[in-house]
C-alpha cells in the first residue's frame, strides 16, 4: 500500500503522543506489569479491532494504541525512535517498508526468542522469508497479505451495456490490454471514466504480478533491465493515454469523493482496500461486486508486527503477536474486517470460503482473495522498492495528467530512481 508523504510537524507530533490513542477515549499509558504494551499502527486497516479482541481474552491488559498516521509516516517515525526516540513495544510495519528494518535487525527484538521459529510454518513462505534478515533474526511476523481483484459499480456496468455477473466480468479481462479496451468501450458508451487511475489500478498490480520486480532472487537492483517492469510500465502509459481514468490519485480527498460519485466504476482492489470503499462511498452498498484480476493472480500489500530492540514490553507485545497472529487468530480478523490471512492452513476453512460481503453483492471475498495469491509467484521486495515504485508511478501519473511525454517518460523515471537511490 502506498500513501502519502509525512510532514516534520505530523512526524513530531507522532512521536510526543502519550494519551492520545485510536478510537479516543484517553487509553492509559502502558504500566511496565509485562501485561500491558504500547502499539503504534497506522491508519485505515482497523486495528482497532483486533485489539479489542485481544482485550476480550485477556481482560485487565492495557493496550495504548496509536495510530500514526499512514503506512510511510508510521515507518518514519520509527526510523526517527530507533535513531534515539521513545521506541513503542510493537509496532507495525508495511510491506513495501520492511527491508530497510531488516536490514538493521540489531535494532528490533530476535522474535526467535519468543517462539518465532517454531512457528514459522504457518505462514507462506515467501511471506514469513522477508522479515527474516540474512544472519537470521526473525524481526516480524505478518499479519495479512493483499491478494488482487477488481472492484466495480454494476449498476454502472448495466447502464453502459457491459455484463454485470462477476464470472462475466471476470471475462471481460484476462490480459491488461483486454481491461484497458473495456475502458474504452464504458467510456464509449457512457462518456465517463472506467477506472480511478493508471497508475495504482493498472502499473501497480501488473509489476505485483511476477517472479522478479525490482531486485532479483539475489537482492541485485535489476528494476531497468526486468521484462516484467518495463512491461507494466508500458501498460500504465498505455492506460494514462487511452482516455479511460478519471485521473484521481489513489487514496487522496478527491479520490475517495469520486468514489461514492460514481465518477468512476472501477478500482483495483486487494483486499484491505474493500474498507477503504466501504467508508468512503457507504451510501453505494450493494452496488459494487468483485471480479477477478486481469492475469488471475499478485499480491499488492501486507504487513508485519515488530518489536523495537528498546521495548519496555516485549513479552507482552509478543504475546499479542502469538495469540493474535496465529492462524486462528488471523482467520478471526478476516471475518472482522476483511484483512487476508497469511496462514495457509485456514484458506479451506468455511468460515472463509463462505465469506460473503453484502457491501459488495454477496461477492465470496475469501475465495476470490485466496485464489489470486495459490497463483502467484513471489518476488524479492529490496529496500530500495519503495522509492522505485513511486518515481515509476509518478512517471505514468505525469503522463496521465498531462505534465509528461509518454516517449520519454521511461528515460525519465529511470534517471529520477537513479537520483533517488543511487543505483
Not at 538493521?104 to 534478515?133: C, E, H, M
Request: aromatic share 8%; charged share 20%.
Amino acid at each position: 500500500m502506498k500513501l502519502r508523504t509525512a510532514t516534520p510537524i505530523v512526524l513530531a507530533a507522532a512521536l510526543v503522543l502519550t494519551t492520545a490513542a485510536c478510537g479516543g477515549g484517553g487509553a492509559t499509558q502502558p504500566s511496565g506489569d509485562g501485561k500491558s504494551f504500547e502499539f503504534w499502527s497506522f491508519s485505515g486497516i482497523n486495528q482497532k479491532r483486533s485489539v479489542e479482541d485481544y482485550k476480550k481474552i485477556n481482560p485487565g491488559v492495557q493496550v495504548k494504541l496509536t495510530e500514526v498516521g499512514t503506512s510511510t509516516e508510521t515507518a518514519q517515525a520509527l526510523t526517527t525512535a530507533l535513531a534515539g526516540g521513545k521506541v513503542p513495544d510493537l509496532v507495525l510495519i508495511q510491506g513495501d517498508d520492511l527491508p530497510k528494518f531488516v536490514q538493521q535487525p540489531q535494532n528490533f527484538q530476535d522474535l526467535r526468542q519468543y517462539g518465532a521459529d517454531k512457528i514459522k510454518g504457518d505462514y507462506l513462505d515467501w511471506v514469513i522469508s522477508q522479515p527474516t534478515a540474512k544472519t537470521g533474526e526473525i524481526i516480524g511476523i505478518p499479519t495479512d497479505v493483499g491478494g488482487m481483484a477488481v472492484a466495480y459499480r454494476t449498476d454502472l456496468f448495466k447502464e453502459a451495456g457491459l455484463p454485470t455477473d462477476r464470472d462475466e466480468v471476470s471475462k471481460l479481462w484476462p490480459t491488461w490490454d483486454a481491461f484497458i479496451e473495456t475502458g474504452k468501450k464504458y467510456t464509449a458508451a457512457t462518456g465517463k471514466a472506467f477506472v480511478d487511475n493508471a497508475g495504482t489500478s493498472v502499473f501497480y498490480q501488473a509489476v505485483n504480478q511476477g517472479p522478479e520486480k525490482y531486485h532479483d532472487p539475489s537482492g541485485n537492483v535489476v528494476y531497468a533491465t526486468s521484462p516484467q517492469v518495463k512491461t507494466a510500465f508500458d501498460l500504465g502509459i498505455k492506460a494514462a493515454q487511452a482516455g479511460i481514468t478519471a485521473k484521481q490519485s489513489s487514496f487522496e480527498d478527491g479520490w475517495s469523493a469520486a468514489m461514492g460519485k460514481g465518477d468512476y466504476a472501477v478500482i483495483s482492489a486487494p483486499s484491505w482496500l474493500l474498507g477503504q470503499i466501504r467508508d468512503n462511498a457507504p451510501g453505494t452498498k450493494g452496488k459494487w461486486d468483485i471480479a477477478k484480476i486481469p492475469g488471475g493472480a499478485g499480491n499488492w500489500g501486507g504487513s508485519y508486527l515488530a518489536i523495537p530492540k528498546g521495548a519496555a514490553n516485549p513479552k507482552a507485545a509478543w504475546d499479542y503477536i502469538s495469540k493474535m497472529q496465529s492462524p486462528e487468530g488471523q482467520l478471526q480478523h478476516f471475518v472482522d474486517v476483511g484483512a487476508l490471512p497469511t496462514t495457509p492452513s485456514v484458506y479451506q476453512d468455511p468460515k472463509l470460503l463462505g465469506m460473503k460481503d453484502p457491501f459488495f453483492s454477496d461477492a465470496p471475498i475469501g475465495k476470490i482473495y485466496t485464489d489470486s495469491l495459490l497463483g502467484l509467484k513471489p518476488f524479492l521486495i529490496g529496500p530500495e522498492s519503495a522509492a522505485i515504485g513511486q518515481e515509476l508511478l509518478n512517471a505514468i501519473t505525469n503522463v496521465e495528467q498531462g505534465k509528461g511525454d509518454p516517449a520519454t517518460a521511461w528515460d525519465t523515471a529511470l534517471a529520477n530512481i537513479k537520483t533517488a537511490i543511487g543505483k
